[in-house]
């Protein structure tokens, strides 16, 4: 990865090569093959989030990785060149759930490609029943850790209306990076499962007023928005944060926003109003988009 990439990626922001350094010895994230000292670094490139759609990319010195597939295989293809790269070196996608918002890429991207997928069975299942189609699925057990590569991922099960919902921690050299998106609440084990997040991409999906004055949706889908196996709300997710956010906590993204009731202003604004209430100013929070790839984050 050239120089000019970073830069690339970088036009408005100052070079994060330094993410961890500031912190004491104690907070440094606890690598698991040693320091990285190859010199390549790993980054994160939120890809899109939203309610239509969902995905981001990993990519560490070994292993380069898609979490959710939930934009068309042409949109997933375009996003990945517009960072240089492109779907054929993927070496895995990450699901979390069947819901088409996460998953409606992989028929498209799976045709082409030999990349596993990695999910639980209740959504391998799911996925095949609702793409008519069959993938090639490495599975794991909810709750179980595994490698690709040199990334290292916790799964955790998620309150939320899907066969076997997951939340992701993925471990790396740099740093952690935590997925929780698509939970009606915040269980305790959620919150302890991704304590250890450096970099966290969070759900803020509506702002209660904005859902409950909104003449689009029926009151049925409100009620399943609501209710403790749908979406977090502002509020909910900046419980959430203060509830998880530690001295390792360096960048907090907001995703899986809908487009009707809820806008990344007012996301940004109840989340930073309450992690510097607590005291977290050392946390960045960061606004992610639905038609629009956010800024490459070195850690
Ligand atoms: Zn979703
Ligand atoms: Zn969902």
Wanted: proline share 5%; net charge neutral; hydrophobic share 35%.
């Amino acid at each position: 990865m050239g120089r000019a990439f970073h830069e690339l990626c970088h036009r408005e922001k100052p070079p994060r090569r330094g993410l961890f350094s500031r912190l004491p010895p104690k907070a440094l994230p606890q690598p698991r093959r040693g320091p990285n000292v190859t010199g390549v670094p790993v980054q994160l490139t939120i890809l899109g989030s939203g309610s239509a759609g969902n995905c981001a990319y990993l990519e560490t010195e070994e292993t380069r990785l898609l979490i959710d597939a939930g934009f068309s295989g042409r949109q997933i293809r375009q996003r990945l060149a517009s960072i240089g790269r492109t779907p054929e070196s993927l070496h895995g996608i990450l699901i979390t759930h069947e819901h088409s918002d996460h998953i409606q890429g992989l028929t498209s991207l799976c045709a082409k490609l030999q990349v596993p997928i990695y999910c639980n069975r209740l959504t391998k299942e799911a996925i095949e029943l609702q793409l008519e189609a069959r993938f090639d699925c490495r599975m794991f057990s909810t709750g179980a850790t595994f490698e690709v590569g040199d990334v290292t991922v916790d799964t955790f099960s998620v309150p939320h209306d899907a066969y076997d919902p997951v939340g992701f921690l993925l471990r790396t050299v740099s740093g952690n990076i935590g997925f929780l998106t698509d939970l009606g609440h915040a269980t305790r084990l959620v919150v302890e499962r991704v304590r250890a997040a450096n970099v966290l991409l969070l759900e803020t999906n509506h702002d209660l007023k904005l859902l409950q004055e909104d003449t689009k949706r029926p009151w049925s889908i409100k009620q399943r928005i609501l209710s403790r196996h749908g979406h977090l709300s502002n509020d909910a997710a900046a419980e959430t944060a203060e509830q998880i956010v530690s001295a390792e906590l360096r960048y907090l993204y907001l995703g899986h926003l809908s487009r009707d009731c809820n806008t990344p202003e007012l996301a940004h604004q109840v989340v930073s109003g309450r992690l510097q209430r607590a005291g977290a100013t050392h946390v960045r929070v960061e606004s992610t988009f639905q038609d629009v790839p956010c800024p490459t984050l070195t850690l």
